[in-house]
């Protein structure tokens, strides 16, 4: 049987396309495949690098805000917390607990009169609290009035309960909204209450103020184990302040008594 020109060329052009076909599917698409593939991870990798440059500008954001608000905090105690010494208006805990148990009774005074100016703040006419006494016990006078155990840093915290004043409406806002810059304390007044007929008013409402004590060091707890007393205020003394310590009037080997200003006695 022979074969015509045609029958030639589909049997020709049928075998081409089987071995275009064959390499198509096993060289061609796979390639192609593999090339989709390698795009995607490309891709992927690009997203992660992405995700990552993000994350990292997240960080540095954060940090920055962290020290943004690390500066306004800072500017905020720089007014409104006590100084490490009597004569700025503060106290010293790096002294001895004999010597602190003075002090703190300086101190005391120190903040009533600061608390006196305040309370005038406004102009109105009040009746005003009066700060606490602290303790005679040299043991226990940084743990029970500087709050050292309770918060693990110095601070003074005063709950001073109802504050009653009087003046005209505007005296009396003045006065309540003066606690927010106080100098040395932070100060909270809330609960106010207003009565009366102006120009003679009265206003009532809760005061507390807080006062963190700028502090590099504190003298060991008695009885702590935390070492030996600075140099400066001498070795302990059994029974009594340390040997070098200057207390007034006090003879050796004694604690000191009460004693120290009322709140009307210093301005």
């Known amino acids: 049987m022979k074969l015509?020109?045609?029958?030639?060329l589909s049997i020709g052009l049928f075998l081409g396309l089987t071995a275009v076909a064959f390499f198509v599917f096993q060289h061609v698409l796979p390639n192609i495949e593999e090339t989709?593939?390698?795009?995607?991870?490309?891709?992927?990798?690009?997203?992660?690098?992405?995700?990552?440059?993000m994350?990292?500008?997240r960080v540095e954001d954060a940090v920055t805000l962290i020290g943004e608000k690390a500066d306004e905090w800072n500017a905020i105690m720089a007014r409104h917390s006590l100084p490490g010494s009597l004569a700025a208006g503060g106290i010293d805990l790096a002294?001895?607990?004999?010597?602190?148990?003075?002090?703190?009774?300086r101190f005391r005074n120190s903040v009533q009169s600061?608390?006196?100016r305040q309370l005038k703040y406004g102009g109105v006419q009040v009746i005003g609290p009066e700060i606490p006494m602290p303790t005679d016990d040299a043991a226990s006078v940084l743990a029970s009035y500087f709050n050292y155990s309770s918060f693990g840093f110095p601070a003074v915290l005063y709950n001073l309960g109802q504050v009653t004043v009087t003046g005209t409406f505007d005296q009396i806002m003045t006065h309540v909204r003066g606690w927010s810059n106080m100098?040395?304390?932070l100060a909270v007044a809330d609960g106010l209450q207003i009565s009366g007929t102006s120009p003679n008013m009265t206003g009532t409402y809760n005061l507390t103020i807080v006062g963190f004590i700028q502090s590099e060091r504190v003298f060991p707890?008695?009885?702590?184990?935390g070492g030996a007393a600075p140099a400066a205020t001498g070795a302990t003394t059994p029974g009594g302040p340390p040997a070098g310590v200057n207390v007034p009037g006090v003879p050796p080997g004694q604690v000191p008594g009460r004693g120290g200003v009322g709140?009307?006695?210093e301005e």
Request: charged share 25%; net charge positive.
């Open 114 to 116: 600061q608390l006196n």
């Open 36 to 53: 989709r593939n390698y795009r995607e991870n490309a891709q992927a990798l690009r997203a992660e690098i992405n995700k990552s440059g």
């Open 263 to 265: 709140r009307d006695e």
């Open 55 to 57: 994350a990292k500008q």
């Open 183 to 185: 100098p040395n304390f």
């Open 221 to 225: 707890p008695i009885g702590g184990g």
């Open 95 to 105: 002294v001895n607990e004999y010597q602190l148990t003075v002090d703190a009774r």
């Open 4 to 8: 015509t020109r045609l029958t030639i």
